[in-house]
């Protein structure tokens, strides 16, 4: 048991911790009615998760996200393989299951149903606290002070008093030396200060090469940042995805559609067969796409299959985004599966850095502006209102160069844009911080 908050919380920080938050639980949180974790998606964020599953084989369709979720004490760790959140659409509401089975140090008597004739509480919270916390390398730490416990009764008694940030269902507690947006924002004033930054980016050895293309501002950044690029949805800096931007338009992600032609064949017959032709003979496959309205150079209409835009709701979970042609045959498709994992593992916090580049002697130069653009709290649900009702268009920008010739090459993207004015409305909290 530890004595205090202080020495849990230094207990995270030693195992690696980058945020920590806790719940105190009520009655029926328990190992078989599962632990509630709230009425929106944007609790799923708090956490890491290796994939998304849509579930169709019960009573009620849901998406499971495996965690992995390890139950700590002052002497060591241990993994509950069970682990995992499960996400009911159509309510919605989010909930924690199997974190008992096989794991010794879980604390089991504190985590079973209470008989009905013993209950006290009216399932309101009855005293326990569920403390968990986040590590870079994505493991989902968890300790529980049981009701009446010094632990429990001290963090109770300073929440009371207002000392604790609140977010949605749980309460965020700082850690020691911990403060990501701080450590983040002063790395960003000594880049600002320095001025100018020479085109650059990390390779995969995470040594600085120059970077003669065009897009070298977003690659400076994170060069300056040391983040080596990588395809893995993992945010980028301490738990923030960072979004170097020139103008007004940012590219929120870029994710390949997983469903329908494009899926079945790839990017190439795509373009192939919905691209147009330049001067030089590139084809390509460009062109802003609305929700609902058919784009006069493509021919085909993005759609949100599964989902009721008055309602805010996912109403299949096996639906998708989808581009139509004229007779509806779908060819291509993002799954709600692999965009919720996408969207909430990478959008957690978010920060937006606006970048002026200047032409030197070889190499363009960049320099980064104040302030910075946080934002904090999101959930798919947001992503996909935006998008019905036209704030987020798919901007797509995949060629085929050389396409009549023995060695024709191929450039996928496929990215979704929004304007910054419109930034605020997929996060809970959004605001400029100078830095």
């Not at 004595?3 to 949180?29: H, W």
């Not at 929440?159 to 947006?181: A, C, H, Q, V, Y």
Request: aromatic fraction near 10%; charged fraction near 25%; glycine fraction near 8%.
């Amino acid at each position: 048991m530890f004595p205090n908050l202080a020495a849990l919380l230094d207990r995270f920080v030693s195992l690696g911790a980058i945020s920590a938050f806790c719940k105190p639980l009520a009655e029926n949180d328990n190992s078989k009615q599962q632990i509630y974790l709230g009425s929106s998606f944007q609790v799923v964020q708090m956490f890491r998760f290796e994939q998304i599953q849509t579930c169709r084989e019960g009573k009620i369709d849901n998406y499971k996200a495996k965690l992995n979720f390890y139950w700590i004490d002052a002497e060591g760790k241990e993994q509950a393989k069970g682990s995992q959140l499960i996400l009911y659409p159509q309510y919605p509401e989010v909930r924690l299951s199997g974190f008992l089975k096989g794991c010794r140090r879980a604390p089991n008597e504190h985590l079973r149903p209470t008989p009905k004739e013993a209950r006290k509480h009216n399932n309101n919270e009855d005293g326990r606290v569920l403390f968990f916390a986040v590590t870079q390398n994505g493991l989902t730490l968890a300790f529980l002070a049981p009701a009446g416990s010094i632990l429990a009764i001290e963090f109770l008694k300073r929440r009371e008093s207002g000392e604790f940030e609140n977010s949605n269902i749980f309460t965020n507690l700082p850690l020691p030396s911990r403060n990501t947006k701080s450590l983040l924002l002063g790395k960003l004033n000594q880049i600002r200060q320095h001025g100018w930054h020479e085109s650059v980016r990390l390779d995969k050895s995470g040594n600085r090469v120059p970077y003669k293309a065009k897009n070298g501002g977003g690659y400076t950044l994170e060069a300056l940042l040391g983040i080596i690029p990588n395809g893995r949805s993992e945010p980028d800096f301490m738990g923030w995805e960072i979004k170097a931007h020139k103008t007004s338009r940012i590219t929120l992600m870029t994710p390949e559609p997983d469903g329908g032609m494009y899926g079945e064949q790839g990017v190439e017959a795509f373009v192939r067969r919905f691209g147009h032709s330049t001067a030089n003979g590139t084809l390509y496959f460009t062109g802003q796409h609305k929700v609902g309205i058919r784009n006069k150079k493509t021919s085909l209409t993005l759609s949100i299959n599964g989902y009721d835009p008055e309602k805010n709701v996912i109403t299949d979970v096996a639906g998708a985004i989808e581009l139509l042609t004229d007779d509806g045959e779908c060819v291509a498709s993002w799954s709600f599966e692999a965009l919720l994992l996408k969207w909430n593992r990478k959008h957690t916090q978010a920060a937006y850095v606006t970048y002026e580049s200047r032409k030197e002697a070889q190499l363009t130069a960049y320099r980064f502006l104040s302030p910075a653009l946080a934002g904090e709290g999101t959930d798919f649900s947001k992503f996909l209102q935006a998008l019905a009702d036209g704030a987020i268009v798919f901007d797509p920008g995949s060629k085929v160069m050389d396409p009549e010739g023995q060695k024709s090459t191929v450039k996928a993207r496929s990215q979704f844009r929004i304007t910054k004015k419109m930034l605020p409305r997929l996060y809970s909290k959004f605001e400029p911080f100078e830095f």
